[in-house]
């Protein structure tokens, strides 16, 4: 280890004392290769979390495995209470109560937008097929596209894909979101109207954690921002700090060449 | 500045243009003509020989085909008649044709007790005067005769039309249950639901209801015997079930191929390896030969059964191959997604990687099933009568002998008939799939 480890002392106030997600000397390896190492976080309920790092520095491997698409090896994982171990009925505990949205959508293209947001919450929950309808017209409204509701994804622009996911996490109601970089596969004009409906989430409550090189909704919307850097955590501050002191010198330089161009 | 230069340096629109119609140009036939066969010298030579070519072709086959006969009872017969001798003199073996002599050798779906009609209608063609031999093939063994009472006494206990629709109809039940407790239960316990009533339904109700049914309306089947039934009957009997059983099969072991299982994968591997390093004749004559030692005799399970069964296994080590390509077409976002929603496997497969792998897949699978059609004249070599070898049962009579011209393009229409269609089939089901979903 190069860095000194940076304390573990959320540097912003939580807006909650429940703990969300709290991880513990995490560890995962790839074959041989260690890309998460030591990982100490915890998440307080309504939380909002920005992870940054140069590419390959671990952060969608990290976010990956709060819900188990990814297996650690060494140290905890408990979100809401749930342990992640190879417990089957754990991981469907916590797969439920966690919603994910990926960088390339990954809708399923065979299904109408309405399908793909009730498909879950019916053969998941349980939920009657009318129920789940409405529930899914109740977020696709919130996402500003009721209208595309009969369209398949495929005949949607990136945004409104992007939207239409975020959607059908939400349909499940889970008590986490994860984003990872949710706006870099779109394109610049298209950015602003996904960030928005994270804005709004985040405005509800929602907890959330972000994988994004979006630094303005960083400044606007995170409680905490992560720095992370050869699959450790290098840096966390509260976002006005973070920007204006980073700390270490890997920071410095990740924010030059971010911010800098 | 003049007002000219400012004019081509910045510019401003200040009214949009609306949109306009896309040119018309010329179409339609003349100009498909003109373009595709006679843009110049050669293309108008090429266009005025092969219409010349066609001609020849066409006057010397229509005039065959209309002019056929089709009720003849013998080949003597047929020659004897004008529209026979017609075209004989030119093309010497062109005679009319007798495609009902081709019927399968007797469909017997006919109330019990009654003298059975020949199914002309199993190949649709014209069929009056077909000669008893022909359904009584020449080579069939002489104990087939001997053996006809049978038949007649399995009628006499019953017949056998209720309890085929009893035992089929605790599918129907096993699937309702299975459909109803699926959205309020997790898919295992539905499985099992399904499973437990169709068993419940078989162990219980089958025989008590068919008999009720029997007496009710007492209508039944005269049963067949395997080695009776030949020609297209046979053919389309192995095929379709072939390709109903085939692709459930084939889907299960390209699950299991791709399986996280070690055991369950390198099962699926080394069954596709097997069954496809062997030709189908070989696994045929292991259906007919081979299981006749390994079983108990009492055992003993109809040769069409083995048959269909070792043409199923056999298809479904393919289709399973062509599924297994179509898997690998989805993006590992597709599972991750559903993983991430919770889904579970099977719902997974079921919901989301199945539904858009098979339709990748369907050209290869319809490919696989024109495949399993055209292989069912290969069981010939065990002694059932394919099409192809009904022909040479029919030529072998003295009525007709001495023809085979017909017979074989008879045959290979049909066959083309069926395949062509299913190949349309696929074709307009990718088009659908397709659009539905882009
Ligand atoms: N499935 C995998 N197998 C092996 N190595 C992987 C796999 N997924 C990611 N990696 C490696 O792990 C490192 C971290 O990946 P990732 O978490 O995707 O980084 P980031 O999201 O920060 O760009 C990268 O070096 C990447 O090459
Ligand atoms: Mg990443």
């Known amino acids: 280890m190069t860095d000194a480890a940076p304390a573990a002392s959320p540097a912003a106030p939580a807006t909650s004392d429940e703990v969300a997600i709290e991880i513990r000397r995490m560890n995962k390896w790839y074959g041989q290769f260690h890309v998460l190492r030591d990982i100490d976080l915890t998440v307080m309920r309504g939380e909002r979390i920005v992870i940054c790092g140069p590419s390959g520095s671990g952060k969608s491997t990290l976010i990956r495995c709060i819900n188990r698409l990814e297996e650690h090896q060494t140290g905890t994982i408990i979100v809401d209470g749930t342990e992640l171990n190879s417990s089957l009925r754990n991981i469907d505990k916590v797969r439920s109560e966690v919603g994910m949205v990926f960088q390339h959508f990954n809708l399923f293209p065979h299904l109408t937008v309405l399908e793909n947001c009730t498909l879950a919450p019916i053969w998941v929950r349980k939920i009657p097929r009318r129920e789940a309808e409405e529930t899914a017209m109740h977020f696709l409204r919130k996402v500003r596209i009721p209208e595309q509701a009969d369209k398949y994804p495929g005949q949607l622009s990136g945004g409104q894909q992007q939207r239409v996911a975020i959607a059908r996490s939400l349909c499940m109601r889970p008590r986490i979101m994860l984003f990872d970089e949710p706006t870099s596969a779109l394109d610049p004009e298209m950015i602003k109207e996904v960030l928005d409906t994270m804005i709004e989430l985040a405005e509800e409550g929602m907890t959330m954690l972000v994988v994004t090189h979006e630094m303005g909704f960083a400044q606007a919307v995170a409680n905490r921002v992560i720095f992370m850097d050869q699959g450790q955590i290098v840096e966390q501050n509260e976002p006005g700090e973070f920007f204006r002191n980073p700390r270490s010198e890997r920071t410095k330089l990740f924010l030059s060449q971010i911010l800098g161009h | ?438």
């Open chain 2, 1 to 438: 500045m003049s007002d000219l230069h400012s004019q081509t340096v910045a510019y401003t629109r200040d009214t949009m243009l609306p949109p306009a119609p896309p040119p018309v140009r010329e179409r339609g036939a003349i100009k498909w003509l003109r373009e595709n066969l006679f843009s110049g010298p050669f293309n108008i030579a090429l266009t005025l020989i092969t219409l010349w070519l066609l001609w020849l072709a066409l006057s010397e086959v229509l005039p065959w085909m209309w002019r056929g006969i089709w009720d003849a009872g013998s080949v003597t017969e047929c020659r004897a008649r004008p529209g026979c001798a017609l075209r004989a003199g030119g093309a010497g073996r062109l005679l009319g044709r007798h495609p009902g002599s081709l019927a399968p050798a007797r469909l017997r779906l006919l109330p019990r007790r009654r003298t059975v009609a020949p199914a002309a209608g199993a190949c649709g063609l014209p069929h009056r005067h077909h000669a008893g031999p022909l359904h009584r093939p020449a080579s069939a063994p002489a104990g087939v005769h001997g053996r006809r009472p049978l038949p007649d006494r399995l009628a006499d206990l019953g017949g056998a039309i209720w309890g085929p629709a009893m035992v089929a109809l605790g599918f129907v039940l096993g699937w309702a249950v299975w459909r109803l407790l699926l959205p309020r239960s997790n898919p295992g316990l539905a499985f099992t639901g399904g499973v437990l009533a169709a068993l419940l339904w078989w162990l219980f109700l089958t025989g008590p209801v068919a008999g009720m049914l029997a007496r009710l309306i007492p209508i039944a089947l005269n049963p067949v015997p395997s080695d009776r039934i030949g020609g297209f009957t046979l053919s389309l009997l192995i095929g379709l079930s072939g390709i109903t059983l085939s692709l459930p099969l084939g889907i299960l072991l390209a699950l299991a191929r791709r399986s996280d299982l070690w055991i369950v994968s390198k099962a699926a591997v080394i069954y596709i390896e097997v069954i496809r390093g062997v030709p189908l004749i070989v696994w045929l004559l292991v259906a007919q030969i081979l299981l006749n030692y390994f079983l108990p005799s009492r055992w003993s399970i109809d040769i069409l059964v083995r048959v269909i069964v070792m043409v199923t296994l056999f298809a479904a080590a393919y289709i399973a191959e062509v599924i297994r390509g179509g898997l690998a077409a989805i993006p590992r976002g597709q599972f991750e997604a559903a993983d991430s929603l919770g889904l579970g496997y099977w719902e997974t497969m079921r919901l989301i990687v199945l539904p858009q792998a098979l339709t990748i897949s369907i050209p290869g699978i319809v490919n696989s099933f024109i495949g399993l059609l055209k292989d069912t004249t290969l069981v010939s070599i065990i002694s059932l009568f394919d099409p192809k070898r009904m022909t040479d049962t029919i030529r072998a009579t003295t009525e007709w002998g001495g023809i085979y011209w017909e017979l074989y393009i008879f045959v290979g229409t049909v066959f083309f008939v069926f395949c062509f269609a299913m190949s349309r089939y696929s074709i307009w089901l990718e088009q659908r799939l397709e659009r539905s979903h882009r």
